[in-house]
């Protein structure tokens, strides 16, 4: 026995059996050849030398350890340990099929260029798990896929150009329990409810991003379906309707995972939610749902997340969430809900996120001031910013866990509470833009030591009370305090800050310089300063918005990777023009300052976004270079005393959305080249100069033209009558037309707002400098010497704000269809020599709000109506032929017998009121009039006990007439006799 024994241990440390077979050991240096030659470094273990010939140790390689075939090939990036965002790339070799035993195979992000998924794939019967995600797959997929009826898991995801016209071939995947095709192209499978509806085993489904068509025509049949579907992803998918809650429900029993989010879903919130009791994740975020929550949604207990953010949901919130016991993150963020948040969400003892900002939430805050509901709060993360929520701050004690607390802005008063001051773990504080008071010194940072976001601007009453040698014990990131009173000294402390990328002490009562040590952070992108009244300029941050302040001198140089300056209202004298330093800059404000000289003459394509500089002394020529600016989307030169022509290089700018060059010097006749190469223009002010000629009929082609000022110059003949073409002013555009404000360019900090742009114009007799642009529609042709007749086209432009024509020498008649034009709140066209009657449509444009029809030569009776009654009567002095209210002149037919002048007044009422009795009107009369017969007649022809009604009804009629006429002529003789 004993000799048996060693026998058997020899020959077990003794044996040179591999148990790779030699076949596929080859088929998988024929796969590693066909990947390429750069595959080395990551299949070190793969090779022809004695030592590497046990392939079944392999890196990535698996065997059956009886068979010793090779049943797993794993060459993602978890095994290979590359990174995934440096995807390999190779050639998918058909040696696969030589690895007929397979089970699993994963070649994840593996960029296979210019290839389609191979049909042979379909002949691995054996495969149970299949991933070729992110592997640029292109053109459609085999049906040979159908084959693999042992496949449990297939992963086709993130594959963009992955065609799939159907998805006939997943029908006969009888075991599949995974399906992932998120990130392919689904437009044109209109099948795949019903594939779903058939794959009896699946258990978690991923069609995210994949253009799902919608839902129409319900599946009829869920006898085949899977009873333990507990995932389903199908957000991102935007032409799914409401009807896919009805398909869902089917599997309200077995879900647990739901994501519709970013689907453009418009309808309520359906009840049936109610019924998935199961469900612990769902998110419905970013689509367009309407209504009240239900309170039946509280019914859903097993819920750890739920996220509503970003719909039009409205309401209050419904108390029943209390209810459910096992949330952990609640995300109502901007919707419409309004009311208090109720009391029992703060009584859930799981939750750690609650965010609802940008809502109309009021009332108070009642965070729970007692533990014996729960035996801690484990709330992590509140952020309720702009609402109307009242009252004092609450008391934190209770939330030890807290690391965000936003409550800015809001309608908070009260003493701050110090409770807040001893969250050691909070991370960002913001109770910014409310109406807090009392004081915070330094003591109460002292515990705050993993601070990096503070947020207390804009609490008038808050006192900010640190000593200059203070060293806070954290280390912020952002630092918001602007109109807080800091003293006229600059900050000290700030000098201990070295992370801080934003920082805002705008309006904060800072004088004097700012020191030199300020400017060595070079990692601040987000740096405000205005309305302060500091005087010394320098630094290296990429967003720097000093505007507003006493800053005087050249304008210095900044290092080059500037990207939004604004130095708006200081008192620069001038500027040096290095164009290698703002080479990164997309947003330059150097308006309203002292600048003198001409403008520099050394653009290039610095200037990406806005350049404003309005406001200045520059006198000269538009240099030739400020064509150069090849990217600019805004262009403000208005205000400085600038002559010359418009530089034809300036059409280059094919992006320009706004070119403002008014109240300048400028001459000559307005190119016409705008219209044909600055086809983007949204605004078009050419107001104050003194350009003449006529109005090119090429202004016409700017379709996105909303306002147009071309007021106070030197322009003649006629209106151009193609301006009723103009698409931006014709209907309500949702196209790249300003915004309400334009967001020409983000700032460098996501959280940070847009610019806005602004523009100074004429509105309502008076210059203005507008910022909300998006609400205007303008035309201004005002002083000029403009003849003929206001083209009737103009009336086409129906989303018209204001109209000014006042000022030039227009003859002819007010159009007719002038009503038209709603939205008018503004209409001026005065000192004409317009004549006619007032047309009376223009009493139905009830907006109005400026009118001015003085000294012109219109007559007649003003039309009726609130607009025109209620208006001042100096709108229409200078008129000797009108009369009615509001002028004190009576018209002839108010003042007793009709005469001559009276008669022609009411003709030409009648007129006026003839134009709606057209031949049209006739027509329509006497078809009406035609069918009402016949269908009378028909109907007593064809039912017998109307017919029978009708006659017997003109027997009465006969009999009552018969007697009424009997017994008046009775008592009428009698009289006559007597």
């Known amino acids: 026995m004993l000799l048996a024994i060693l026998v058997n241990i020899t020959g077990a440390f003794g044996s040179t059996t591999t148990r790779c077979t030699e076949p596929e050991r080859r088929a998988l240096l024929q796969i590693k050849g066909d990947l390429g030659d750069g595959w080395d470094n990551f299949l070190p273990s793969w090779g022809n030398e004695e030592e590497k010939r046990e392939c079944c140790e392999w890196i990535g390689i698996r065997c059956d350890n009886k068979s010793g ?52 794939i379909g002949s691995l019967s054996k495969l149970r798990h299949l991933d070729l995600s992110s592997t640029s797959m292109i053109g459609k997929v085999p049906s040979q896929l159908g084959n693999l009826s042992s496949l449990q898991f297939l992963d086709l995801s993130r594959n963009d150009f992955l065609e799939i016209a159907n998805m006939e071939w997943a029908s006969h995947l009888s075991s599949l329990q995974l399906l992932d095709l998120s990130f392919t192209n689904l437009s044109f499978a209109h099948d795949w409810v019903h594939v779903v509806n058939n794959l009896p085993h699946l258990k978690d489904l991923n069609l995210a991003h ?61 009840e049936a939610f109610e019924n998935m009791a199961a469900v612990e994740y769902l998110d419905l975020s970013y689509n367009g749902l309407e209504g009240p929550i239900a309170q039946s949604f509280g019914n859903m207990t097993a819920l750890s997340y739920l996220d509503l953010s970003d719909n039009g949901l409205d309401g209050s919130i419904p108390q029943s969430f209390g209810n459910m016991t096992a949330l952990e993150y609640l995300d109502l963020s901007s919707n419409k809900l309004e009311g208090e948040i109720p009391k029992s969400i703060w009584r859930v003892c799981t939750l750690r996120n609650l965010q609802a900002f940008n809502n109309s939430l009021g009332g108070e805050l009642h965070l729970s001031e007692s533990s014996s509901r729960c035996a801690h709060f484990p709330l992590e993360h509140l952020d309720l910013g702009n609402n109307r929520i009242m009252g004092s701050l609450p008391n934190f ?185 703002f080479v990164s800059l997309r947003f330059l404000d150097i308006s309203n300052n002292q600048l003198s000289g001409e403008l520099p003459d050394c653009w290039s394509s610095a200037v990406e976004q806005v350049l404003n500089l309005a406001s200045n002394n520059f006198i000269g020529k538009i240099p030739i270079s400020i064509g150069f600016l090849t990217g600019i989307g805004t262009l403000h030169l208005s205000n400085n005393h600038l002559t010359g022509n418009l530089p034809s290089s300036l059409r280059n700018c094919v992006l320009l959305k706004i070119l403002d060059v008014g109240e300048n010097n400028l001459s000559g006749p307005i190119p016409t080249w705008i219209g044909k190469s600055q086809t ?23 379709q996105s033209l909303q306002l147009l000022d071309l007021s106070s110059n030197n322009l003649s003949s006629s209106i151009p009558t193609c301006l009723g073409n103009i698409t931006a002013m014709k209907i309500i555009s949702s196209g790249p037309y300003i915004g309400s404000p334009i967001p020409y360019f983000a700032r460098i900090d996501p959280s940070k707002p847009f610019a806005n742009d602004k523009l100074s114009l004429v509105w309502k007799g008076l210059v203005n400098e507008l910022k909300n642009l998006g609400l205007l529609m303008n035309i201004d042709l005002s002083s000029n010497k403009l003849i003929g007749k206001i083209p009737g086209e103009i009336t086409e432009l129906v989303e018209l704000v204001s109209l000014n024509l006042s000022r030039n020498n227009l003859s002819g008649g007010i159009p007719k269809e002038i009503g038209r034009l709603k939205s008018l709140d503004v209409l001026d066209l005065s000192k004409n020599h317009l004549s006619g009657r007032i047309p009376s449509s223009l009493s139905q444009v009830s907006r109005i709000s400026t009118l001015d029809l003085s000294n012109n030569s219109l007559s007649g009776k003003i039309p009726t109506g609130t607009q025109l009654q209620t208006r001042d009567a100096a709108a229409y002095f200078g008129n000797p032929e009108l009369c009615g209210e509001p002028l004190s002149k009576k018209c002839p037919s108010e003042e007793g017998p009709t005469t001559s002048g009276a008669t022609k007044d009411h003709g030409d009422d009648q007129e006026d009121q003839d134009q709606l009795i057209t031949k049209g009107f006739y027509i329509s009369s006497a078809v009406g009039f035609i069918v009402a017969f016949w269908g009378f007649c028909l109907a007593l022809i064809f039912n017998k006990s109307w017919r029978y009604r009708y006659f017997k009804l003109l027997n009465k009629a006969e009999d009552w007439l018969y007697v009424t006429v009997a017994v008046n002529k009775a008592k009428l003789l009698r009289i006559i006799k007597s």
């Open 69 to 120: 075939h090779v049943i797993r090939l794993d060459l993602s990036p978890s095994t290979l340990g590359h990174d995934l965002n440096d995807l390999l790339e190779g050639n998918l070799s058909s040696s696969l099929v030589d690895l007929p035993h397979l089970h699993y195979l994963d070649l994840s992000s593996i960029r296979f260029i210019k290839n389609s998924i191979p049909s042979f």
């Open 397 to 581: 004690t209770l939330y030890p866990s807290l690391m965000t607390l936003r409550l800015g802005p809001n309608k908070l008063d009260g003493v701050v509470s110090k409770s807040i001051f001893q969250l050691s773990k909070l991370e960002t504080l913001d109770i910014s833009e409310n109406s807090v008071t009392g004081v915070i010194s330094e003591a109460d940072f002292s515990k705050l030591i993993n601070l990096h976001i503070l947020g207390l601007s804009s609490n008038s009453k808050l006192v900010f009370e640190i000593s200059p040698d203070w060293i806070p014990p954290f280390q912020l990131k952002e630092i918001n305090l602007g109109s807080l009173n800091l003293g006229s000294h600059f900050p000290e402390w700030l000098q201990t800050q070295k992370s801080y990328m934003v920082l805002n002490i705008s309006n904060c009562g800072i004088s004097g310089s700012i020191p030199d040590w300020f400017w060595f952070n070079h990692n601040v992108q987000g740096l405000t300063l205005s309305n302060n009244k500091t005087n010394y300029i320098i630094g290296g941050a990429v967003d720097i918005d000093l505007s507003s302040n006493q800053l005087e001198g050249s304008i210095p140089l900044f290092l080059p990777q500037i990207y939004f300056l604004n130095l708006f209202n200081n008192s620069f004298s001038s500027i040096k023009c290095n164009v290698t330093q």
């Open 210 to 270: 994949s253009y799902l068509p919608d839902i129409i025509h319900p599946p009829l049949s869920f006898v085949n379906s899977s009873k333990v579907l507990a995932i389903i992803d199908l957000s991102a998918n935007f032409n799914l309707s409401s009807s896919i809650f009805q398909w869902l429900f089917n599997y309200s029993h077995s879900l647990v995972h739901l994501d519709l989010s970013f689907c453009a879903l418009k309808s309520s919130i359906p």
């Open 680 to 702: 983007n223009l949204v605004v078009l002010s050419l107001r104050s100069n003194n350009f003449y000629g006529s109005i090119p009929s090429q202004l016409c082609h700017l």
